[in-house]
């Protein structure tokens, strides 16, 4: 069975404490791996898109990789506006996400 | 900035009524999904639709579910007979012909009494 988890649930931060989230994975035929940006009552907010093993981007404060069973998203010196759930969904070739059940951060000021 | 939208917010409806969702994807997109999230819970496929017809459903869209593009901005889905365990959080994503990345609206709140 296709299984996406992220680690850890939840995470608190000091402003400017640097961390990373991860995403795991088991799955058949994998086409992609997104990070999206979800705040509370609103929908997902696409952030990267990785497709092979050891490709990275960045985008502000953040960078995402990519290995071959899982992806890291590290946050750097985070401010208090990056508090969010962040999701990791994984794109099979059925055309279909596969979500992960977030990790909520919350960022301190 | 393009922008996938969906209509209601909220939507308030008693057991075994029908409801109906409404999405308007990015206009220039093919593809067009459905997504639910129970509060505090995974974000889970429910659909696929292209080219006027499903390509992909999950377990979840049984028979008391329904998609549809009545006319060519909006995409619309159909609960014919809603259940307690309906309620939920429904998202609509549309995506280019070319790119994988899919994007999603701000979402429909449901909540069946």
């Known amino acids: 069975e296709d299984q996406v988890t992220q680690s850890p649930e939840a995470l608190r931060l000091q402003e400017g404490e640097s961390s990373s989230l991860n995403c795991s994975y088991t799955?058949?035929?994998?086409?992609?791996l997104f990070w999206y940006r979800q705040d509370p009552g609103k929908g997902p907010e696409f952030l990267f898109t990785l497709y092979s093993a050891g490709e990275e981007k960045e985008k502000e404060r953040l960078k995402a990789t990519l290995t071959k069973k899982e992806s890291f998203l590290h946050i750097t010196a985070p401010k208090p506006e990056d508090s969010a759930t962040y999701l990791c969904?994984?794109?099979?070739?059925?055309?279909?996400?596969?979500f992960g059940p977030g990790t909520r951060l919350s960022v301190l000021p | 900035e393009p922008e996938v939208t969906q209509t209601p917010s909220h939507q308030v409806t008693q057991m075994g009524q029908e409801v109906i969702l409404r999405c308007v994807p990015i206009?220039?997109?093919?593809?067009f999904y459905w997504y639910r999230q129970i509060l505090g819970q995974k974000v889970e496929f429910l659909v696929s639709?292209?080219?006027?017809?499903?390509?992909?459903k999950s377990e979840i869209f049984d028979d008391q579910f329904s998609v549809e593009r009545p006319d060519g901005s909006n995409f619309t889905l159909k609960i014919r007979s809603t259940k307690l365990e309906d309620s939920a959080m429904y998202f609509c994503?549309?995506?280019?012909?070319?790119?994988?990345?899919?994007?999603f609206g701000p979402g429909t709140r449901l909540l069946v009494l």
């Open positions: 639709f292209y080219n006027n017809e499903i390509s992909e």
């Open positions: 994503a549309s995506k280019e012909g070319l790119g994988e990345t899919q994007y």
């Open positions: 969904a994984v794109l099979l070739y059925g055309q279909n996400f596969v």
């Open positions: 206009s220039n997109h093919l593809y």
């Open positions: 799955v058949s035929g994998l086409r992609g």
